[in-house]
């Protein structure tokens, strides 16, 4: 008898993972525990989901031909499809493209049994997947499918950036200012990709503004543009948890008096995310913690006490997060003179979401207490990808950097729409306009410069400094991320696109 346990999809982007044990090829009864195996994830599958994804179970250690995995696996969905005609279920073999044997047997499975099925619908998606399969073999024009998420405006975004990549060119220029925090295995690997697909890449920073520019071949330029936009959103990530863990640190901390390294920040968030997500248990390092009982259990098996202290006030949950971005009702929650300047920039509102982020408002709050300041309604523009970054970190100058920084290093907003739209130059491949308004803590503020990094100082103390700079007109810039806090992200069009 098998047994498959299931457990959720966590970070994964699926709702379940199925897990199971096989036996190795060589032991009694193994081909007939794969197939049971595969029988037993379907039927779970067919009673709570739509579809189902098996990767070549067994082709790996467990010793089994691929041939025979693609036999037992098509065996075991096919009779389980003549068996079950009531309920459809997507199955799915995933393979490693470049495993073109694996193919090579599933295709030869699935043409070889699309004229047994018994079910027309049956018949048909086998008839389907062996057209795929034969076409990827051969070579032929690959393709590229985009699922719909919660987001109409991501899909038709992705669709952009995929053209925009994939398009003929022989001179790309990838603009990331995260090209900064590439470390010393990126530059190496930049490197090979120049050999690899014979191409010219060069980083750039310049007036507050960073990126790649790539040349070559245009085919070859896409190809290596695809590897780079790849290694400057892991830069982007990397650098986004860092700044979570700063956050979450700020206002709350996890000890433990026998394990004094959960303290620090990286343990800390790490734990308080996974309290947030609602966790029963979280291991890490041999280590278990019971986020209920609050009790750590060791790798000798010593129980100790865990402790979790909110520093300024309770962190509050949003869909197992600290953050969230809702969409709501656009006359209700943008003022109508934002409404107006928005229709008279020739821009109407498609969508708007209100973004809730616990642990910034908290710092928010502590930061107006130094200012001594009411909070400005100010906008900033910001490209498609920096959207929900600014909603799990609050506003980073790395995130929307002007054109030219002519006032300062720092990070830019505007007092109008009409402004933020003049400050921000529109993205070529974006087929909307993200806009976020937010509540900005300018205090008091003089006009800045290029060259300055920090606000100057008030007085003969170098720690009395103005709390903001600004053009002496619509463009303020502030130093510090707590002094904004992100309120709604109002996305636009074109009013001709609509």
């Known amino acids: ?109 699935m043409k070889k049994r699309k004229g047994e099925a018994m079910s027309p619908e049956v018949r048909n998606d086998m008839t389907s997947f062996g057209s795929a399969a034969k ?51 990126d530059h190496k690997n930049l490197l090979s990709l120049q050999t690899k697909f014979h191409v010219h890449i060069k980083e750039f920073f310049r007036n507050g503004n960073g990126g790649i520019t790539i040349t070559g071949n245009p085919s070859d330029v896409s190809c290596a543009a695809i590897e780079v936009e790849s290694m400057l959103c892991k830069a982007q990530e990397e650098f986004a948890q860092a700044e979570e863990r700063d956050i979450l640190y700020s206002v709350v901390r996890w000890s433990c008096k026998d394990v004094p390294w959960i303290q620090t920040p990286e343990f800390s968030a790490v734990l308080e995310k996974a309290y947030l997500a609602r966790m029963e248990n979280y291991v890490f390092n041999n280590h278990k913690v019971n986020l209920i009982s609050m009790i750590l259990v060791d790798d000798y098996g010593i129980s100790s006490n865990v402790e979790r202290t909110c520093l300024l006030a309770p ?47 908290q710092l928010f709050k502590m930061n107006m207490q130094r200012v001594k300041d009411n909070p400005k309604r100010l906008y900033q523009r910001v490209s498609a990808q920096f959207c929900d970054l600014i909603c799990r970190v609050g506003f980073q100058k790395e995130f929307a950097p002007p054109e030219e920084q002519k006032y300062g290093c720092g990070i830019y907003f505007s007092s109008t729409v009409d402004g933020a739209l003049k400050l921000w130059k529109e993205q070529e491949h974006e087929q909307f306009i993200y806009i976020i308004q937010a509540q900005v803590l300018t205090g008091t503020h003089t006009i800045g410069s290029p060259q300055m990094i920090l606000p100057p100082p008030l007085s003969a103390d170098p720690l009395d400094r103005f709390d903001s700079l600004s053009d002496m007109g619509q463009t303020h810039i502030i130093f510090s991320s707590q002094q904004a806090l992100p309120e709604y992200l109002i996305i636009c069009a074109r009013s001709t696109n609509v």
């Open 315 to 361: 962190v509050k949950s949003f869909n197992n997060s600290f953050y969230s971005r809702e969409p709501v009702i656009r006359n209700n929650f943008v003022e109508k003179d934002t409404r107006n300047a928005i229709g008279a920039c020739g821009l109407c509102i498609r969508k708007v979401e209100k973004l809730e982020n616990t642990p910034l408002q």
């Open 135 to 185: 076409e990827t073999m051969a070579n032929e024009m690959p393709t590229v499918e985009l699922i719909s998420g919660n987001s109409s405006e991501a899909l038709i975004e992705a669709k952009s950036w995929a053209f925009e990549m994939l398009g003929p060119s022989d001179n790309m220029v990838i603009k990331n200012n995260h090209v900064i925090y590439l470390d010393q295995r």
């Open 1 to 109: 008898m098998t047994r498959v346990y299931v457990t959720k999809g966590y970070n994964l982007d699926c709702s379940a993972v199925f897990h199971t044990v096989c036996k190795y090829r060589s032991e009694s009864k193994a081909e007939q525990t794969l197939y049971s195996v595969v029988w037993d994830c379907l039927k779970k599958a067919a009673s709570d989901y739509k579809s189902i994804s098996f990767p070549a179970i067994g082709t790996g250690n467990l010793g089994f031909k691929k041939w025979e995995v693609a036999k037992i696996m098509t065996e075991a969905v096919e009779e389980f499809a003549k068996q079950n005609t009531k309920k459809k279920l997507d199955v799915n073999f995933v393979v490693f493209t470049k495993d073109n044997e694996m193919m090579e047997a599933f295709g030869k499975e």
